[in-house]
C-alpha cells in the first residue's frame, strides 16, 4: 500500500525567510502528488500537483514542490514566507489501488507558524 | 471559493441519532468524495460517487451510508452516531472518474456528538 510521510508536525518560520515542508512517500506506481493547504476552520485548497509530467512544480502563491523518485520525496518550498503562509499543510499521494480505482492517501499535516 | 458547497456549517447531536450532511459540486463535476477528518485519525477518505453510482469505498463505517442523485449533489447520511463520529467532515468534488487529479473541497460540516 502506498503511504505518505510528513516529517515535520510543526514548523517556525520568521516572516520573509525560506519554507520547507517535508513529505517523503513510498509507492509501486507512478504517483501523483499533491500539496494542499488548510487556513483554520475552512476547506482544503490544492496549492501544487505532480502527475508525471515536469519534476519541479510550480503552485500558486509563491510555492513550489519537487518531485525526487531517488529519494521519494516531494518537499514544498516558498522563498520567503508572509504571515497569511500561516496554516496546515498536507501532503496527499493518489494511491492506486488493485480495484483499479484511486483514492487520496494524506499526510498527517504541519501546521507552519509564521513569526513577525 | 472552490465552488463546492456543503450544508449545514455545524451540527450538534445527541449519540444514537442520525444525520444527513449534503454536498453541491462544482458545476460540471461529475465526482463526490467525502472525507472525515479527526484530531486522532486525521483526514480519511470515506467514499467516492461517480455520476450517480459508487466508485470506490475507504473507511466507511456501516452505520454511514451516501447517495448522489441525479443532479449530481451527494449527501451522506450518519446514523446511530457515537461520541467518536464527532468530526469535520468534507466533501470534494472533481471532473474525473478517478481520483488521479485534483479535488476541489468544500469548507465542510463540523459535527458535534454529544
Known amino acids: 500500500a502506498q503511504s505518505v510521510t510528513q516529517l515535520d508536525s510543526h514548523v517556525s518560520v520568521s516572516e520573509g525567510t525560506p519554507v520547507l515542508l517535508r513529505c517523503n512517500y513510498s509507492?509501486?506506481?507512478?504517483?501523483?502528488l499533491f500539496w494542499y493547504v488548510q487556513h483554520p476552520n475552512k476547506g482544503l485548497q490544492l496549492l501544487l500537483k505532480y502527475t508525471s509530467a515536469a519534476t519541479l512544480v510550480k503552485g500558486i502563491n509563491g510555492f513550489e514542490a519537487e518531485f525526487k523518485k531517488s529519494e521519494t520525496s516531494f518537499h514544498l518550498t516558498k522563498p520567503s514566507a508572509h504571515m497569511s503562509d500561516a496554516a496546515e499543510y498536507f501532503c496527499?499521494?493518489?494511491?492506486?489501488?488493485?480495484?483499479?480505482?484511486?483514492?487520496?492517501?494524506f499526510g498527517t499535516g504541519t501546521r507552519l507558524k509564521v513569526l513577525a | 471559493d472552490s465552488g463546492v458547497t456543503q450544508t449545514p456549517k455545524h451540527l450538534i447531536t445527541a449519540t444514537g441519532q442520525r444525520v444527513t450532511l449534503r454536498c453541491s459540486p462544482r458545476s460540471g463535476d461529475l465526482s463526490v468524495y467525502w472525507y472525515q477528518q479527526s484530531l486522532d485519525q486525521g483526514l480519511q477518505f470515506l467514499i467516492q460517487?461517480?455520476?450517480?453510482?459508487?466508485?470506490a469505498k475507504g473507511n466507511i463505517l456501516e452505520r454511514f451510508s451516501a447517495q448522489q442523485f441525479p443532479d449530481l449533489h451527494s449527501e451522506l447520511n450518519l446514523s446511530s452516531l457515537e461520541l467518536g463520529d464527532s468530526a469535520l467532515y468534507f466533501c470534494?468534488?472533481?471532473?474525473?472518474?478517478?481520483?488521479?487529479?485534483?479535488?476541489?473541497f468544500g469548507p465542510g460540516t463540523r459535527l458535534t456528538v454529544l
Open positions: 509507492s509501486s506506481y507512478s504517483p501523483s
Open positions: 496527499v499521494v493518489s494511491d492506486r489501488r488493485t480495484s483499479g480505482t484511486y483514492k487520496y492517501i
Open positions: 460517487y461517480y455520476n450517480g453510482e459508487e466508485r
Open positions: 470534494a468534488s472533481s471532473e474525473a472518474k478517478t481520483a488521479y487529479n485534483e479535488q476541489f
